[in-house]
């Protein structure tokens, strides 16, 4: 068993973790209960998450609260990450150190699913969804790290292009089939979630994490992952253009839903369907993309995400029905995944036993952030008469800032390296 990491922190300074990441059949055998369980909580969340939005506005509840109550949940989760991350960082048991963050979180998430749909004063909806969001604090703060700590780092991008083809067939059949649900009873959804999650949640047992062993040593401060995290100062840079490089995906994603329905007038069943086609779109571009951003490189593939951008904003000012918000989405759609390209040159980064803190990091920086955007947002939309095409025209503006940060980053990276004792981060450019 592999106590700790080499001197140097490669990667691969370990006999045990050269054999793992060398065991092509233990890669796939992880690949598959990874994806299948990522998966099934994308396609239960995907189901249920946009219902819980639209039935907490048909209650009464409006943009500004929903605004409100994201910002402040993502401010908290900028503190709360950076201990969940860095608890799994220092956990050690027989089943892995992120695993069991999954299993505690997923209890309380299924429990607030299958209630949702038996509730019909705000009160109650508003303390299930809370509840839910909170939970989902944890899972999404170290769950997800399975994807970097299981696969080779010349891997990662092709690795997620994987995922994203079977989530894109899986999420089409999802929105498709969710209207009909919806026909057999307003609890039919929530029952469906509830089912899948438990299955999904019960395949990440199979999964085989590396043996990275990284005890805690000392109690954790407030501090102590952004100490490891931004040892390098130079890398706020980074961090603040990947958190700031996605202002008009993350104000488009977090409205699209109440966009459609009070502002274009669209059903449920219509909106679910306009928005299905785009997930056929991930099945097409998603290893393409992964080899882009492994081989090209992240920076240059962040310019063309930045353009493409641009031009998805020229696109949604002209979406006025279903079809159109269709068509506007499965564009939307070609551009996401290049974003992976900013992520990724953070990873790279990254010492394997200091995944946590770096990702926290990032996670505090970016959560900031999309808290004061979000807090915006809402009143905006709420003060502003609902002006969505306004607010899509700021995030594009902040889109812009944001690719200023990685040139700062860059210009700073070239300069000349940081003194021993405050980085142990490469001179050189990353990917």
């Avoid at 999802?174 to 609890?187: D, K, Q, S, V």
Wanted: with cysteine; glycine share 6%.
């Amino acid at each position: 068993m592999s106590k700790e990491l080499g001197e140097k922190g490669n990667l691969l300074d370990t006999p045990e973790l050269r054999a793992y990441y060398a065991n092509r059949p233990l890669l796939r055998r992880n690949l598959f209960f990874i994806g299948f369980s990522n998966i099934g909580w994308g396609v239960a969340m995907g189901a249920t998450g946009p219902l819980m939005a639209l039935r907490l506005l048909e209650k009464g509840w409006t943009e500004a609260y929903s605004g409100t109550v994201g910002s402040i949940n993502l401010w908290l989760l900028s503190f709360l990450v950076m201990y969940f991350s860095w608890k799994s960082d220092h956990t050690v048991t027989k089943i892995g150190r992120r695993k069991p963050f999954l299993f505690i979180a997923a209890v309380p998430i299924i429990i607030s699913t299958a209630l949702f749909p038996l509730f019909e004063s705000l009160v109650p909806l508003v303390g299930l969804w809370l509840l839910k969001m909170m939970f989902s604090n944890l899972k999404n703060s170290t769950f997800p790290l399975l994807n970097i700590d299981c696969v080779a780092r010349d891997m990662l991008a092709r690795a997620q292009s994987i995922l994203m083809v079977a989530s894109g067939i899986i999420m089409f059949f999802t929105m498709r089939i969710t209207p009909y649900l919806i026909e057999l009873g307003e609890w039919v959804p929530y029952a469906f979630g509830t089912v899948v999650l438990i299955i999904s949640t019960a395949s990440a047992w199979f999964i085989k994490e590396p043996e990275i062993h990284n005890p805690q040593t000392e109690t954790f401060k407030p501090w102590s992952a952004l100490k490891v995290g931004m040892r390098d100062r130079r890398i706020i840079w980074l961090m603040l253009g990947v958190a700031m490089i996605a202002s008009f995906e993350t104000v488009f994603a977090n409205w699209t839903w109440i966009y459609a329905k009070a502002k274009l007038g669209l059903e449920r069943k219509d909106i679910f369907e306009a928005l299905s086609w785009a997930q056929l779109i991930n099945i097409v571009i998603a290893f393409p993309t992964g080899w882009l951003i492994d081989k090209v490189g992240g920076f240059k593939v962040v310019l063309l995400y930045y353009f493409m951008m641009l031009l998805n904003l020229v696109l949604l000012l002209m979406v006025h029905d279903a079809t159109s918000l269709a068509l506007y989405v499965a564009f939307m759609t070609i551009s996401n995944p290049l974003n992976n390209a900013a992520e990724i040159m953070v990873y790279k980064t990254s010492d394997p036993k200091e995944v946590g803190s770096i990702t926290s990091s990032l996670s505090f920086i970016r959560n900031l952030y999309n808290g004061c955007l979000l807090f915006f947002a809402g009143w905006f939309i709420q003060l502003s008469g609902r002006n969505y095409q306004m607010l899509f025209i700021i995030g594009a503006v902040m889109m812009t800032v944001g690719l200023l940060m990685f040139f700062i980053y860059r210009k700073t990276m070239s300069g000349p390296k940081p003194l021993p004792e405050t980085s142990e981060l490469p001179s050189t450019l990353p990917a």
